[in-house]
């Protein structure tokens, strides 16, 4: 067990120990929301523990989006503690435990962005000392962050450090150590300009700052075509030969058609809307010695659209994994009250919701048939993830992501994709700045539409 903390965190998962630091994700009871601890106990010797908290304590001037925020650092009895953001607890060593690289297109961003945090660190004097695939955390909700600062490594030097981080990002993209091999011809998708300055930075020539300057101005790789000259060529013979097929079979039909006399089926009516295409202009046939009955006037094609329809309301609830369970559930029911004047919100943050936390989700269950959902009176400047699953309890890791956006303007439609009965769920990742230490988003109804 960690010595004594404070009694503002209460502890809820032990993460593990790296490196001699015991992690630990716990609930700040005061702010209601989860940190991650980082504890060095009794057997830690207490020069390091003094070091490691001066460390800690330094690097709190750093603030970098690529940077895990620090929250809270002491003393206690038998040891030292810092609270760090809580980012799902996903690192980078966890991630390539489940085989899970990185996509090449994201390489360069987040290189260079773990870069310049590193150069915002070191402008502070602290050297990081640890970087490995165990301080770095990173998921789709997130850019990649440096994390895990700790007592200074007797070796540990700012390019001692640059080394680590270049070794650390190889073997993300890889999947396995650095083997000294140009990254371009490991991977598909890595520039060779990379490889360059990879191999200066690892050698001691480029200071962090260097490195994230030259990872952020490197061409990307020319983008492959989407199809093979060859495939190209194939389609156009296809497509021709089905051209010349389907003249045949019109002017087939139209001879057929003159010759039955008969005239097309009427068309039954129906609940949609209807547009019609412009007729053709009709020729004269030329003269004939004898009488012929006229063909029939063609009927024009028709596009049909569904005249949209509200459906019944859906059901709503919060999903909110990073924290008590619940989100104002009791105001829920305003949402489909039918009354814009009556709203739910989120609760009020004191910080941007990405500090706090990965997020926190409104889950809606249309009835059969939805195709639309509608949102009123939501608060512009939200930023939300539609996604997917089969069921409205799914975990998060079941939710499937289908698309992002930002709202501007307090109501906007949600076209659902072309998915089987399930429930779908906006994500909130970021909410607006509404008034002094109040982070939050509010909506008036929610209404779906097939």
């Known amino acids: 067990m960690p010595p004594p903390l404070p009694d503002r965190y209460r502890l809820e998962v032990r993460l593990g120990r790296i490196e001699g630091v015991e992690e630990w994700l716990a609930t700040d009871t005061v702010l209601d929301r989860p940190v991650q601890l980082r504890v060095l106990g009794p057997e830690t010797p207490p020069t390091l523990r003094d070091e490691y908290l001066d460390a800690v304590r330094r690097s709190t001037s750093a603030s970098h989006p690529n940077l895990l925020a620090v929250y809270d650092a002491g003393s206690v009895s038998g040891g030292v503690f810092a609270a760090y953001e809580w980012t799902g607890g996903t690192a980078l060593s966890h991630r390539l435990e489940a085989g899970a690289q990185l996509d090449p297109a994201q390489f360069q961003a987040n290189a260079a962005g773990l870069a310049d945090a590193l150069a915002v660190l070191h402008e502070t004097g602290v050297v990081h000392s640890r970087i490995s695939a165990n301080t770095i955390y990173y998921s789709l909700d997130h850019p990649a962050k440096l994390g ?54 690892a050698g001691g020539d480029l200071s962090s700052a260097q490195l994230a300057t030259l990872l952020s101005s490197a061409p990307l790789p020319p983008q492959p075509p989407s199809r093979r000259p060859g495939a190209s060529r194939s389609a156009l013979w296809i497509a021709t030969f089905l051209t010349v097929v389907a003249i045949g079979l019109v002017g087939l039909g139209t001879v057929l058609s003159s010759a039955s006399g008969s005239s097309s089926p009427p ?32 009927v024009a094609p028709v596009l049909t659209t569904p005249v949209p329809r509200q459906l019944d309301p859906p059901e709503v609830a919060t999903f909110d994994p ?129």
């Not at 030097?157 to 650095?178: C, H, I, K, N, Y």
């Not at 060779?192 to 191999?199: G, S």
């Not at 975990?395 to 698309?403: F, I």
């Open 148 to 201: 895990g600062v700790g007592p200074r490594d007797a070796e540990g030097s700012f390019a001692s450090d640059v080394a680590q981080l270049v070794d650390t990002l190889e073997e993300w993209v890889t999947g396995r150590p650095s083997q000294g091999l140009p990254l371009s011809e490991l991977v598909d998708g890595i520039s060779p300009a990379v490889d360059q300055i990879l191999t200066e930075a």
């Open 322 to 450: 990073y924290g008590g369970g619940g989100e104002m559930d009791h105001r829920l029911e305003r949402l489909i009250d039918g009354d814009r004047e009556t709203t739910w919100r989120t609760e009020r943050y004191y910080d941007p919701l990405s500090l706090i936390k990965a997020g926190v989700g409104l889950v809606i269950t249309p009835p059969a048939g939805a195709r639309r959902l509608e949102l009123l009176g939501i608060t512009p400047g939200t930023v939300y993830r539609l996604s997917w699953a089969e069921s409205p309890d799914a975990s998060l890791s079941e939710w499937n992501p289908v698309a992002t956006g930002q709202t501007a303007s307090g109501a906007f439609f949600l076209t659902l994709p072309t998915r089987p009965p399930g429930s779908w769920m906006v994500w909130f990742t970021e909410l607006p700045y509404v008034g002094p230490e109040n982070y939050s988003t509010s909506i008036a109804e929610v209404r779906v539409w097939g």
């Open 267 to 298: 068309i039954s009516s129906s609940t949609t809307r209807t547009t019609f295409l412009q007729q053709p202009t009709s020729t004269l046939s030329p003269p004939s010695t004898a009488p012929e009955p006229a063909p029939p006037a063609p």
